[in-house]
T-cell receptor, first 116, second 112 residues
Framework: GAGVSQSPSNKVTEKGKDVELRCDPI?????LYWYRQSLGQGLEFLIY????????KSGLPSDRFSAERTGGSVSTLTIQRTQQEDSAVYLC??????????????FGPGTRLTVL | TQLLEQSPQFLSIQEGENLTVYCNSS?????LQWYRQEPGEGPVLLVT?????EVKKLKRLTFQFGDARKDSSLHITAAQTGDTGLYLC????????????FGQGTILTVHP
């Protein structure tokens, strides 16, 4: 597709369950970012991928959060043993490696996660 | 840790009025971006400013980057109902890979 896609668009889960969120970046974009958007918190950086490696995982809130990227394309964010405070919109963005000084990132529509 | 303070958090105005949103930090950013986000969608880039003192215009929107590259503003002239949305500033700096630090956002509502 032409843009970043994410699935599912909405996910409702019970506390303690594991969830997987998927991101399909723009074809050819080597950089991929995950952010979390909560009410009153703005967008928080979670993790950055360059190709399949993640040189910056500093934003992951706890060891219940993990992410991987395969084939330099699709990325999956996994949250284990979900808690109610994990409820948020999870956004994925991609950027071309040669994006220039502007660091333009293109965002997907997000996955709204609700933990009951 | 780089922080961006965005104000105001909420703005409710009548169509035709002017408004300004501010983004301030004690940190220097290599570039600053402004995004607009509609409900149920991801942020969409409006503009990137890179040079201190830079001013960019996008129709009725004027973006300014402070001389010291620590602050920025978004000014909208003669607001329209279609301008309603969430506006976010985001700064890039401190890394070579474009990690963004976002402000808290400004929810703009323009009434007819």
């Amino acid at each position: 597709g032409a843009g970043v896609s994410q699935s599912p668009s909405n996910k409702v889960t019970e506390k303690g369950k594991d969830v997987e969120l998927r991101c399909d970046p723009i074809s050819g974009h080597t950089a991929l970012y995950w952010y979390r958007q909560s009410l009153g918190q703005g967008l928080e950086f979670l993790i950055y991928f360059q190709g399949n490696s993640a040189p910056d995982k500093s934003g992951l809130p706890s060891d219940r959060f993990s992410a991987e990227r395969t084939g330099g394309s699709v990325s999956t964010l996994t949250i284990q043993r979900t808690q109610q405070e994990d409820s948020a919109v999870y956004l994925c963005a991609s950027r071309h490696r040669l994006g220039g000084g502007g660091n333009e990132q293109f965002f997907g529509p997000g996955t709204r996660l609700t933990v009951l | 840790t780089q922080l961006l303070e965005q104000s105001p958090q909420f703005l409710s105005i009548q169509e035709g009025e002017n408004l300004t949103v501010y983004c301030n930090s004690s940190s220097v950013f290599s570039s600053l971006q402004w995004y607009r986000q509609e409900p149920g969608e991801g942020p969409v880039l409006l503009v990137t400013v890179v040079t201190g003192g830079e001013v960019k215009k996008l129709k009725r929107l004027t973006f300014q980057f402070g001389d010291a590259r620590k602050d920025s503003s978004l000014h909208i002239t003669a607001a329209q109902t279609g301008d309603t949305g969430l506006y976010l500033c985001a700064g890039a700096g401190g890394t070579s890979y474009g990690k963004l630090t976002f402000g808290q956002g400004t929810i703009l509502t323009v009434h007819p």
